[in-house]
């Protein structure tokens, strides 16, 4: 069965420090694609990145960047000079094949303090 | 990506009634989700609507509770049946379009008394 850890319940931080988050996956699938969304505090859920499985290569976008590492199973997102707009809940999920459900991990709360 | 709406955005409701939430999408998609959000959690599938099936209900999700329906390839509607506190929730559809990225909707904040 597919899962997804996220570990850190809560993390806070002061503005332009770096923040990583973690996902944690577990899937029998060797075809799969890993997600991360975030939530404001407005409720809606904004699409950040999707990996598939066979691309390990890491990715950069402005301030953000994701490490996937399949030896570990591991999908971790860092924030780079964090501001308080990234204030929010972010949510690693998975899914094991194109057009089926996404599994989310908990969430993990970020506050970002000026 | 996709453009998704839905209605109402957010309702107060007495137990024992029913309520239909509509989603929206602005392009013709195959796969469509209903996911509920509990006070404080994460999401949860409830189901897969494709249009001219049933739809599928995850473990835990009945038909009777959660009717949906999908008449064309961008609308699909959730009920929520015979409404309980517990059932107090974001309610949200997503779907999943080319390049297999998935894109949810504002939600549907219920609030059950």
């Known amino acids: 069965a597919q899962k997804v850890t996220q570990a850190q319940t809560e993390i806070s931080v002061v503005e332009k420090e770096d923040v990583t988050l973690d996902c944690v996956y577990e899937t029998r699938d060797t075809t799969y694609y890993l997600f991360w969304y975030k939530q404001p505090p407005s409720g809606e859920l904004v699409f950040l990145i999707r990996r598939n499985s066979f691309d390990e290569q890491n990715e950069i976008s402005g301030r953000y960047s994701w490490n996937f590492q399949k030896s570990t199973s591991s999908f971790n997102f860092t924030i780079t000079a964090s501001q308080v707009v990234d204030s929010a809940v972010y949510f690693c999920a998975l899914s094991e094949a194109n057009g089926n459900k996404l599994v989310f991990g908990a969430g993990t709360i970020l506050r970002v303090k000026s | 990506s996709a453009v998704i709406s839905q209605k109402p955005s957010r309702d107060i409701c007495q137990r024992g009634t029913s309520l239909t939430i509509q989603c929206q999408v602005d392009?013709?998609?195959?796969?469509m989700f209903w996911y509920r959000q509990q006070p404080g959690q994460s999401l949860t599938l409830i189901a897969t609507a494709n249009q001219g099936s049933e739809a599928t209900y995850e473990s835990g999700f009945v038909i009777d509770k959660f009717p949906i329906s999908r008449p064309n390839l961008t609308f699909s509607t959730l009920t929520v049946s015979n409404m309980s506190p517990e059932d107090s929730s974001i309610y949200l559809c997503s779907v999943e379009v080319w390049g297999y990225e998935q894109y949810f909707g504002p939600g549907t904040r219920l609030t059950v008394t």
């Open positions: 392009s013709q998609v195959t796969m």
